[in-house]
């Protein structure tokens, strides 16, 4: 887990998010990372692979999409009680540049967290030796759904 | 290929459509299948797996979109000349009910095919023994760049 | 208030629909008609002045946005309890041709009803002498706001 | 025009988005005002009249949509040639919170400007005596449509 920038939830929350993360069939097949986990803020991270890419040999929007709305539900997760499940409503992703490059860094900002709907701003950069630039950007809806105390044992 | 609608696009373009969906490193990696090329219309079809799914078991949005936003690309070009590629520009998905299911089948609807434009509609239904559920429903803008006609070799 | 199609809703959804359609001080500026309402969908036609175009002379996507949001909003609220009011979450909408013509007819028509968000899908088309063509398509998102029985007094 | 902020776009850019402006019927209609030009940055403002409201005296969504529409396209013309004219390919909007106040600021900023297409943010903030809120948030797609010079006389 990252900790080059000063801000980061807490070991609760980060557990709470990476445990969910390491259930996702997804984002072990895609080798995609959760590598920075704050408040209102999640990063996920993936490599460039053959696996990965569409018909140009660029990383396909749909890898693109699946950890943009990954990185996304989990900054929404960081507010909500610990018992919330979130689940995405909706998104849009503009793709506006080749995904080309080492690795993609998928970063998910809350920009309104409700009492039933979050919205997330999505951004996607490509990394690679010439620096970083910006490959996707859109927007995402989430509804959070309470979870059950009963069945959680989660502590605050 | 699927063969149970009267309508399908001609020899030429089915095999297009399947050359370069053969070359998307990421429809082989969830395992997903072209099963239907008509004109103005391509179905993709995914099987559920554990790979491909999010921390509850259903089926990843990002699987979800990745299939939809390949349909709706090939549907598209199949109303484009044989030299030119298509690009997504961006797209929006709503996400209406839990993708469970034995298979996911991805439809895009050509709804507007312009000079340099053309605009999807984006369908996903989950199908099981209990029947066909919508689980997934969009919108699309994708670009058509004119290919060079000394690298092709298609014939008209 | 249209007869031409045989599917129209309760005479109590109808007077509910206007009635709150009559308190749009925007529909009214616009000189916006509500002209039918069906369980599930509902048309909002707008006249060509000059009031409501842009610099080009076409009618505004403002303008355009605002029907095509008015339609799908009652079209949800059709479905809904007849206490509760809806509240438009977010739409996406593509204008895929200029908005000419002698009159735009905006049509809302719900995909999924839940118990918190609808989805509908948005059409606007332009009529004229030479026909009807679509200029704008999208879908939208809304949320049900349950209302409170003592303040309403409307009958199921 | 506003002079607030020290960064504004040249005296010929401020007046081709004003010329442009000034001939939106619809603008007028809202009584809608230009506020700021900027390079990549415009800003539109309406005050809050009955005539723009919907059902519960908010600002209709269909208002709020009309001036974040044309702030966004106005942002991006200002970094097109004088000759372009620009055109809304799609946008999607968050109504994030009841549009109340005294007048709403829409602003668009141009995140990508490509040959062809361009990308906006859209945020609409209310503004009142308790200060400055988040109503509506977005992104939006344009196309640039070159002018014929003959026509135009617009110098550099």
Same mark, same amino acid.
């Given at each position: 887990m990252s900790d080059q920038t000063p801000e980061q939830a807490s070991r609760e929350v980060i557990d709470r998010v990476q445990g969910s993360f390491d259930r996702?069939?997804?984002?072990?097949?895609l080798g995609a990372q959760l590598t920075h986990v704050a408040p209102g803020r999640v990063q996920?991270?993936?490599?460039?692979? !053959?696996?990965?890419?569409?018909?140009?040999?660029?990383?396909?929007?749909?890898? #693109? *999409?699946?950890?943009? !709305?990954?990185?996304?539900?989990y900054a929404?997760?960081?507010?909500?009680?610990? #018992? *919330?499940?979130?689940l995405t409503v909706e998104y849009k992703l503009n793709l506006v540049a080749p995904a080309a490059g080492d690795h993609l860094e998928a970063i998910g900002t809350v920009l309104k967290s409700g009492r039933t709907l979050s919205i997330c701003r999505l951004e996607v950069f490509a990394v690679s030796d010439d620096g970083r630039k910006l490959v996707a950007a859109g927007q995402q809806t989430l509804i959070g759904v309470p979870g059950t105390p009963s069945t959680t044992g989660v502590s605050s």
């Open positions: 996702q069939g997804l984002m072990r097949l996920v991270t993936l490599s460039h692979r !053959d696996e990965v890419t569409q018909q140009h040999g660029y990383i396909h929007a749909g890898a #693109t *999409s699946a950890i943009a !709305d990954t990185a996304g539900g929404a997760l960081t507010l909500m009680p610990p #018992t *919330s499940e979130v």
